[in-house]
């Protein structure tokens, strides 16, 4: 069982370059999130999706667009990066349904924008 | 804006020690909280979800208690173990799906043998 899937693990960007970071899951969540990990700081939601289609901004969105077309599917576009961007970018998922809504994390994307 | 704080940012405890990891929060109107363990490197890894309407979860050497009214939870871990060693994270979410979590900035725990 997979889980949350995110690729890639590691990558080195030229600032202003662009890139897009993919998130897969397998276990049929609606909910779907992207966060950014910095020291100090602690984690911080980028955005969001409730489903299919549907999307919306989290605290730090700006620099950062997403779709979702399909149910397992979340990527992150950096559409110019930043040295600001450098960070540890998590993708997580959660289900919408009755029972548990824990969510679920994949194991991080570490960027560094030089 | 929900603020989550976690005390002690960072301690060390020797082997078979219980472990108390304490977190607060500035807005009760949760619907649940959830622990996580990162290890160096690594992802999240969820240990305990505890649901706004419920007072602790329980699994293996870990519990997790939640006062709610009072903005806090408390994780404990029995006996710790040298595999312990970890930074643990305590978030709140707001709404129902979990898909919009505000954490803390995690305790750093290391167990010494």
């Known amino acids: 069982n997979a889980g949350v899937t995110q690729t890639p693990k590691f990558q080195v960007l030229k600032t202003g370059q662009s890139m897009t970071l993919q998130c897969a899951q397998d276990?049929?969540?609606?909910?779907m999130s992207w966060y950014r990990q910095d020291p100090g700081m602690g984690l911080r939601l980028i955005h969001y999706?409730?489903?299919?289609?549907?999307?919306d901004q989290g605290e730090v969105p700006n620099g950062y667009n997403v779709s979702r077309s399909t149910t397992e599917d979340f990527p992150l576009r950096l559409l110019s990066a930043a040295p600001s961007q450098t960070s540890v970018y998590f993708c997580?998922?959660?289900?919408?349904?009755?029972?548990?809504?824990?969510?679920?994390f994949g194991q991080g994307t570490r960027l560094t924008v030089v | 804006k929900q603020e989550v704080t976690q005390i002690p940012a960072a301690l060390s405890v020797p082997e078979g020690e219980n472990l108390v990891l304490n977190c607060s929060f500035t807005?009760?109107?949760?619907?649940?909280l959830q622990w996580f363990r990162q290890d160096p490197g690594k992802g999240l890894t969820s240990l305990l979800l505890?649901?706004?309407?419920?007072r602790e979860q329980t699994s293996g050497r870990l519990n997790a208690s939640l006062d709610k009214s009072s903005g806090r939870s408390t994780l404990y871990i029995a006996a710790s173990q040298p595999g312990d060693s970890a930074t643990y994270l305590c978030?709140?979410?707001?709404?129902?799906?979990?898909?919009?979590?505000?954490f803390g900035k995690g305790n750093q725990v290391v167990v010494i043998p």
């Open positions: 997580a998922s959660s289900y919408s349904g009755t029972g548990t809504t824990e969510a679920f």
């Open positions: 505890i649901q706004s309407s419920q």
């Open positions: 276990m049929n969540h609606e909910y």
């Open positions: 807005d009760s109107a949760i619907y649940n």
């Open positions: 999706s409730v489903g299919a289609g549907i999307t």
């Open positions: 978030a709140v979410s707001p709404y129902y799906g979990n898909n919009r979590l505000a």
